[in-house]
């Protein structure tokens, strides 16, 4: 079966981004704070280069946000804009943007193709999990895309990379859930400097057992 993996950086008072996100701050303003544990001198602890393998290795799709592709807002027009990380993406894999606008796919060196994706998560998970097969399938973010595959109960384990900031404003992973919703399992905790790692697993509801009349 497929698993699917959400994994985010957030902050000790749950921002996974920070406000006023734009072309020069694509994680809002103070989020790139959050990244530091892969960005920063501490990218290479063990701990952090097995959480890195966790995210990329064996991924046969990824579905992210349009926010997350890059800063642009509306209408594409003549936007020439492949997204933030240049020739060769990390991804190497099918990627799944959600969009309200129409888009042609964008091939990329390394594997990486960009799907833009206009009628909602369900029709974006269909897609990847048919690209994707017996191999792992990543939601990588943003906010709002992570909401709303959360939502749609598509996801089966969730990694928080934890850090030890305090953002004050900008956008929430878990905002707008009912109290116990979703269900989680704490099932991992591994700890690097700066930043402790917390795997979750998503408990479904179990189906109810109508009586037969």
Not at 39 to 46: A, N, Q, R
Not at 83 to 95: L, Q
Not at 159 to 183: C, H, M, W, Y
Request: proline share 7%; charged share 20%.
């Amino acid at each position: 079966m497929t698993r699917t993996n959400l994994s985010m950086s957030i902050s000790a008072d749950g921002y996974v981004a920070g406000p006023g996100q734009s072309q020069e701050h694509p994680l809002g303003v103070g989020g790139k704070a959050l990244h530091q544990w892969h960005l920063g001198p501490t990218k290479d602890h063990p701990v952090n280069r097995q959480v890195i393998s966790d995210m990329m290795d064996g991924i046969g799709a990824t579905i992210m946000g349009r926010n997350m592709f890059g800063p642009i807002r509306g209408e594409w027009g003549d936007s020439d804009w492949r997204g933030w990380w240049g020739d060769f993406p990390p991804y190497r894999c099918p990627v799944y943007v959600l969009t309200h606008h129409a888009h042609d796919p964008i091939d990329m060196e390394g594997g990486t193709t960009f799907h833009f994706i206009t009628d909602g998560i369900e029709s974006a998970y269909a897609q990847a999990k048919a690209a994707a097969g017996d191999r792992a399938i990543s939601i990588a973010g943003g906010a709002s895309c992570a909401r709303q595959a959360i939502e749609a109960g598509l996801v089966d384990e969730i990694d928080l990379q934890l850090n030890p900031v305090i953002l004050g404003s900008g956008e929430r992973l878990l905002d707008g859930f009912e109290a116990g919703k979703p269900t989680l399992e704490l099932v991992r905790v591994l700890e690097a400097p700066g930043v402790a790692h917390l795997r979750y697993r998503v408990i479904r509801p179990h189906p109810v057992d109508w009586p037969v009349s």
